[in-house]
């Protein structure tokens, strides 16, 4: 096993704003984070050792957003559409490469 727990543990901000504040959850980030567990549950990659997808609070990054990060690397990213998370699953949580269009540093 990973020396880690999860392989890859990611945070995925879903806070909402209110007063019309940038807020990942202008974004659908709470649907994007379910669509992405539910990939992650389809392709059986859940789990210690492997993957596992939690609900995040504002991480403070909210002008960059929307975002996520994935540990033990602390890789962020940010996303604005279903392929690139799609992007993110196949190449970075099964394919171990940084998308790098989608990293913020
Ligand atoms: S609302 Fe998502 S980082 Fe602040």
């Not at 806070?15 to 994007?32: D, F, L, P, V």
């Not at 990054?61 to 690139?84: F, N």
Request: charged letters at 25%; aromatic letters at 10%; glycine letters at 8%.
């Amino acid at each position: 096993m990973h020396p880690s727990y999860y392989r890859y543990h990611i945070f995925f901000c879903t806070n909402k704003r209110s007063g019309g504040g940038s807020c990942c959850q202008q974004y659908q980030a709470e649907e994007m984070r379910d669509y992405l567990k539910k990939r992650t549950k389809q392709l059986d990659i859940i789990g210690p050792g492997k993957v596992r997808v939690n609900i995040a609070g504002c991480m403070d990054r909210c002008k960059q957003g929307p975002v996520l990060v994935i540990y033990p690397e602390a890789i962020w990213y940010t996303w604005k559409t279903k392929a690139d998370i799609d992007e993110i699953l196949n190449t970075h949580l099964l394919g171990q490469q940084i998308v790098t269009r989608l990293q913020i540093l």
